[in-house]
């Protein structure tokens, strides 16, 4: 049966650190069949002799390795610096068991340094302890096999993967009882147990008992103390004691969890506690008189941890998520919120996964009295309800995918002033889809349906989106030899609401586009293809009056043909080749690539087509090299042009790009005369932009990038963007970015203007625990801050602490204006223990912001 991951519920560590921690001892060296008690006995080898086996042992592994045919041929690789690191692998390969941290509450990178001496995670072995026998090897031995055996001096017990060390053990043969003594030392796979005082086990009843221990989750950060500690293996029970837990260091123990007893119970995988406190610097700061708490990895309903935040619109935000595990494949979280401005909010979260390969999840928010916003008539209910659901089958060859939010209509302002996660959003609306797919080796079939909810009011709204009820595509692609063929087809009914002016316009669209393209010459760097592609579209249109009227004053339409046929073809050739040479101190290689194209297409009046999902198209490198002048079909551009470019890199001795230079331009014989909208002018100039692309990177920290478009005709760039990033290992990052675009940027009042942005990202680690994060975007244009943010944070081996400041813009659709967020938030881990987020952050050390996540567009082959 397919389960949920589960959810981290208060106090789950405690579970997990006792479970691990007390329960194996019992029953590692329990043995029902006394009469059958195997002991076997062995001279213990000398330091000289294992030294001596190990070095042979080393010898002859290293021998065996360096024989293989893939050693030979990485020796022979020519960049010495990647051979020098071959014994490092070769050592690693050797290492039979490396240090690996565990799955639960794992100790992470930047804290292995606060955990030096914490034994690896192992996989625990599978074997039955009835029957699986005991060896015992220490320096001498004394008794009878009938009576009493004393194993004295460096004790080792064994069996399967767990070992007992201790100074010495005696074995009762009247009450079968196991007592070991003196520095005991328990390694089992997940855990480390010790103590000094004396751990006896009764073989008859099955009951192991240990005094004042301490224990380490292997590979974990979770270690503690058990003052007595009593386990029956018989009735799969354990009770403790004097129960402590902590994440911390066992020299540094800033927080810590005791408890007065616990008890647990393995067949029921649960525990109880009485009497916890949870203590900060010795501070007792939260504390139950009971706790029921899971002992293994299943799931159990209970208080999730929860998210607070201060905003200037919610004022103090408190949520508290309840979690039911209503089966191991259903769950349900409950989420009551709390916002000062606002009022009380109940937010629900139902996921399910009926069987393998289906999954999903159903939300609810509701907001019954917003105190900040009615819609009219004094109505101030909000809500938002979701779906998301996939299901693969036929090993994800056939999938079903659904993607759907609504809010309350007319609630334009949902997202900001409340927000969502995982809303999909596209143009200020609201994405509502489902989709289904099949895909094969040569062929794959969709069928999709999209509907947007607007997000904008009548008075702000530009063109909406056309919903796609549905759309059918289907592709088909093989290759004979050098012949590669391709054939896309599409069936979609494009269809308007009936509101804002929209009169339930309908449309439909049938497109088919076989391509072939033929690969004349491959060899040593140098390509040359010839190919060829149909375009052969059918339209049937509903009346240009049952659309908005900005469709005839400002785009230009004057109808539509109710029934349309395009037929146009392309015909392209295209060539590549590369040069290299040795530069610099002949380990850098620069290569030069000239690229050329020609393309046709011929000239189709197409100004009676509507655009449903066809707009204009970012001009560079690449899209210069493309037929689609348009991003969609309801638009083939005629051309009669030839586009040339040239890319140059620097490759360092391990072949890694370090510099990328790159150009393009299109010259046309005849302009293009097809345009997007009817009242656009026709382009004459014959030459396209010259796109000029930059990516470099001289030194591993170091990256930059930079693009730009310079129009020949105007003389002037109309685009460009430039980053600048340095991050180091140590944490540090710092990065600037601007970009600009002529008319590039609409305003919420539906004007163009120029886009001209600015971003700038500091972490700066003051030391080695202490780091500020900073992240700014301001639209320089409209002399408008869009996105500030900073944050100190204070992180040590076992807990930390993060404080953050953000100011953000939102946009009101009331009056056409914008307004700025401000919210504070505390996020307070205790490492292995506990996490209280910041109300819609998870991150809030991050260089993500509210509006924006941070992105380096550098593109080299690393």
């Known amino acids: 049966m397919a389960r949920i991951k589960r959810k981290s519920v208060v106090l789950s560590a405690v579970a997990a650190a006792v479970a691990l921690a007390l329960y194996a001892p019992c029953h590692s060296f329990a043995n029902d069949d006394t009469e059958s008690f195997n002991v076997k006995t062995e001279v213990k080898e000398t330091t000289a002799q294992r030294h001596l086996r190990l070095t042979s042992s080393l010898a002859t592994d290293t021998i065996m390795v360096m024989q293989e045919n893939s050693s030979q041929k990485y020796l022979q690789n020519r960049h010495f610096g990647d051979s020098a690191t071959f014994p490092l692998r070769l050592f690693a390969k050797l290492e039979k068991n490396p240090w690996r941290p565990a799955p639960f509450m794992p100790i992470l990178e930047r804290d292995l340094e606060c955990f030096y001496g914490v034994p690896s995670y192992r996989v625990p072995q599978d074997y039955d302890v009835n029957t699986t026998p005991i060896n015992v090897t220490a320096d001498t031995l004394q008794g009878t096999i009938d009576q009493n055996l004393l194993y004295k001096g460096n004790v080792v017990i064994t069996q399967a993967d767990v070992t007992l060390n201790a100074d010495s053990t005696e074995y009762d043969q009247n009450s079968t009882t196991l007592t070991s003594t003196g520095n005991v030392l328990y390694k089992a796979p997940t855990y480390t147990l010790s103590t000094k005082k004396q751990v006896t086990s009764n073989l008859s009843s099955n009951i192991t008992t240990v005094q004042n221990a301490g224990y380490i989750l292997n590979g974990s950060v979770g270690s503690g103390t058990a003052e007595h500690l ?453 382009n004459r100039y014959p030459s396209s932009p010259l796109s000029v692309s930059i990516d470099a990177s001289p030194i591993e920290p170091l990256t930059m990038h930079a693009m730009a478009s310079y129009d020949n005709e105007t003389n002037e760039v109309t685009a460009w963007n430039a980053m600048s990033e340095y991050a180091t290992r140590d944490g540090f990052k710092a990065q600037i970015s601007y970009r600009f675009a002529q008319d590039g940027n609409r305003t919420l009042d539906s004007r163009y203007v120029d886009l001209k942005q600015i971003g700038l990202q500091l972490v700066y680690p003051i030391t080695p625990d202490f780091k500020i994060i900073g992240a700014m975007y301001r639209d320089l244009e409209q002399a408008e801050n869009i996105d500030r943010k900073i944050a100190l944070r204070y992180e040590d081996c076992c807990y930390a602490l993060t404080f953050m400041y953000e100011d953000y813009n939102t946009p009101d659709w009331s009056d056409l204006t914008r307004e700025h967020e401000k919210r504070f938030g505390i996020q307070i881990e205790l490492k292995g223990f506990a996490t209280i987020n910041v109300s819609g952050d998870d991150n809030p050390a991050s260089t993500d912001t509210y509006l924006i996540d941070p992105f380096n567009p550098t593109n080299l082959n690393r």
């Open 230 to 682: 009593q386990i029956d293996d018989a009735n799969k029970t354990a009770n403790i004691d004097g129960f402590t837990f902590t994440g911390c260091p066992p020299d540094d123990k800033v927080w810590e969890v005791t408890a007065g007893d616990v008890e647990l119970i393995q067949g029921e995988s649960f525990g109880e506690a009485h009497n916890a406190t949870l203590r900060v610097k010795g501070v007792p700061v939260f504390w139950t008189p009971y706790i029921n708490f899971p002992i293994s990895n299943k799931r159990k309903s209970g208080l999730l941890y929860p998210s607070m935040s201060y905003s200037s619109s919610k004022g103090f935000d408190y949520a508290q998520p309840i979690y039911f595990n209503i089966a191991p494949n259903y769950d349900y979280t409950f989420t009551p919120r709390v916002m000062g401005f606002r009022g009380a909010m109940l937010q629900n979260e139902f996921r399910y996964m009926p069987f393998a390969g289906t999954r999903g999840e159903i939300t609810f928010d509701f907001l019954p009295n917003d105190r900040r916003w009615d819609l009219a008539g004094d109505n101030h209910q909000r809500w938002m309800f979701g779906i998301k659901h996939f299901s693969g089958f036929l090993n994800n060859d056939l999938t079903f995918n659904i993607d759907y939010k609504r809010v309350k209509p007319h609630d334009y302002d949902y997202l900001s002033d409340i927000g969502s996660d995982n809303a999909h959003v596209t143009d200020n609306h609201l994405v509502q889809t489902f989709r289904s797919a099949y895909n094969k080796e040569k062929y794959d079939v969709s069928l999709e349906l999209r509907k947007y909810q607007s997000l904008l009011p009548d008075y702000a709204s530009v063109i909406k989106p056309f919903s796609m009820l549905p759309q059918l595509k289907a592709s088909y692609y093989d290759t004979y030899g050098n012949l590669f063929l391709r054939t896309d087809g599409e069936f979609t009914y494009f269809n308007a609401p009936n509101e804002n002016q929209y009169h339930n316009f309908g449309a439909s669209r049938f497109h088919l586009e076989p391509s072939a393209k033929y690969l004349i010459y491959n060899n040593r760097g140098t390509e040359l293809s010839a190919g060829g592609r149909l375009f052969l579209t059918h339209y049937e249109q509903g009346d240009l009056n049952d659309l908005p009227s900005r469709y005839r004053n400002q785009l230009g339409f004057t109808s539509f043909d109710d029934s349309v046929n395009r037929a146009l073809y392309l015909i392209e050739v295209r060539g590549k080749t590369t040069f290299e040479r040795k530069v610099f101190d002949l380990r850098h290689t620069q290569t030069f690539e000239p690229e050329i194209q020609y393309r046709y297409i011929p000239y189709k009046n197409q100004d009676h087509i509507g655009l449903y999902d066809t707009t204009d198209r970012l001009e560079d490198y690449y899209s210069n090299f493309s037929f689609r002048h348009f991003a969609g079909i309801d638009r083939i551009a005629d051309t009669n042009a030839i586009t040339v470019g040239v890319t140059s890199r620097i490759l360092d001795p391990h072949d890694r790009e370090m510099y990328r230079v790159a150009l393009s331009q299109t010259y046309s014989f005849v302009p293009t005369r097809v345009t997007l909208n009817p009242s656009d002018p026709i």
